[in-house]
């Protein structure tokens, strides 16, 4: 099954590694040259990398880039049953691919985007056969992270997703099904993750390094929320938490940090740039955190609870199933536990508890507990 990808950049040329790994013929096309030269030779080193490691021998490495075509062409298309797009994030732009693509496929081809905020309905309204648009959402490094979000659009037909999934799911990765709204599940239910994190250092509660050890330690997530920020970038986090604080007509619960966009503006991006919430230069001194469990305890359970209030959320609205927003989350961002079944184990009361407590002391909307786990807490 031939496949092909638009846009050679971080995402597509890692899925073109995982298509070609699942021994597809595969079309990347860049209107840039240079992107595929790029994505040529960064295949190449990762490919020797593996070889060295012993995972994949000098002949995988040999076929595997022989089934890549790297091309200007979309033309080259012609054939492909499934096309993923992952360029500019730009709903014109993805207009015009779209069109151009659908009169190169045949009507048989699926057409999917890697859109990360976009909805796939606004994507697929382009095309003069809808039915065959889905999102195929892959999270980065693509031929590392398991999860991959389905989603179809009202256009979608049933057909068209149960012929992606099935080849996504073949292809080893953890897919989980999911509605066309804003932030998918990961992108929409980790935000507390960031969101609290922030406003509990901008009530002076703790600071940053006390934040990501509560989390890391007491919490058992793999990276507290500042170290993770610092890592995917303030810049690209901040643009998230705004395009989808916007895309929920501005609910109040995904409203974005002052204290993010100013180390944005400053230029403080994270790892990327040597500072971020943290000094990454050589010879920093990183700060202390202050170890009391008592505190450390009360920050983890805010934080959780804010996360455990989304995924609950995400339940009610119907975005995906429980297991699905469980597997969501363990695959696709690390966390220890999936966040209902962790909800259990803490107790639903005292999760509903601690967030009616925060609702009746603020008397924000933020903190509003979901109308499902106050239904369940009641039952
Ligand atoms: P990127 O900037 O690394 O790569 C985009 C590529 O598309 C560039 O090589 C560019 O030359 C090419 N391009 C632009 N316009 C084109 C056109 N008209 N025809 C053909 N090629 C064109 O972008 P990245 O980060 O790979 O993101 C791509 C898509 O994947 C976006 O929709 C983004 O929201 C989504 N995404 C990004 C993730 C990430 O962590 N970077 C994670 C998941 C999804």
Redesign the pocket.
């Known amino acids: 099954m031939k496949i092909g990808i638009?846009?050679?950049?971080?995402?597509?040329s890692g899925i073109a590694q995982v298509a070609a790994q699942n021994e597809h013929e595969t079309i990347l096309?860049?209107?840039?040259q240079e992107?595929l030269n790029k994505a040529e030779d960064d295949l190449n080193k990762i490919l020797n990398r593996l070889v060295e490691k012993d995972r994949i021998s000098s002949d995988d490495k040999i076929n595997i880039q022989g089934r890549i075509t790297y091309t200007t062409d979309m033309a080259d298309f012609k054939g492909c049953s499934l096309v993923i797009e992952?360029?500019?994030?730009k709903l014109e732009?993805k207009h015009?691919?779209f069109s151009k693509m659908e009169s190169i496929v045949s009507t048989e081809c699926i057409l999917a985007?890697?859109?990360?905020?976009l909805s796939i309905a606004s994507i697929g309204s382009a095309l003069k056969n809808p039915d065959r648009i889905l999102g195929i959402?892959?999270?980065?490094p693509a031929p590392l992270m398991p999860l991959v979000e389905i989603i179809p659009a009202v256009q979608t037909s049933e057909k068209t997703l149960k012929t992606a999934k099935n080849l996504i799911d073949s292809w080893g990765k953890s897919t989980v099904v999911c509605k066309d709204t804003p932030g998918f599940i990961v992108n929409r239910v980790a935000r507390p993750f960031y969101g609290e994190a922030l406003r509990i250092y901008e009530e002076g509660i703790a600071d940053f390094a006390t934040i990501d050890w509560a989390m890391t330690e007491l919490g058992d997530f793999r990276m507290g929320p500042f170290t993770l920020m610092d890592y995917i970038g303030n810049d690209v986090n901040y643009a998230v938490t705004e395009s989808v604080f916007a895309a929920f007509y501005y609910d109040p619960r995904f409203k974005p940090s002052f204290t993010q966009r100013r180390h944005s503006e400053a230029g403080y991006l994270g790892r990327k740039s040597g500072r971020g919430y943290f000094d990454y230069g050589e010879g920093a001194i990183q700060p202390e955190p202050n170890k009391d469990p008592i505190l450390g305890q009360k920050i983890l359970d805010r934080i959780l609870a804010m996360l455990i209030n989304e995924a609950f959320d995400a339940v009610f609205m119907q975005v995906a199933s429980s297991e699905d927003i469980d597997k969501a989350m363990t695959k696709g961002v690390n966390y220890p536990k999936g966040l209902l079944v962790w909800a259990d184990e803490i107790g639903l009361k005292k999760v509903f508890n601690q967030l009616e407590t925060l609702f009746y002391e603020y008397g924000e909307d933020r903190y509003r507990p979901n109308p499902l786990l106050r239904r369940k807490v009641n039952s």
């Open positions: 638009l846009g050679a950049g971080t995402m597509g096309v860049d209107v840039s992107a992952a360029i500019v994030e732009v015009k691919v985007s890697n859109t990360s905020s959402h892959f999270f980065n």
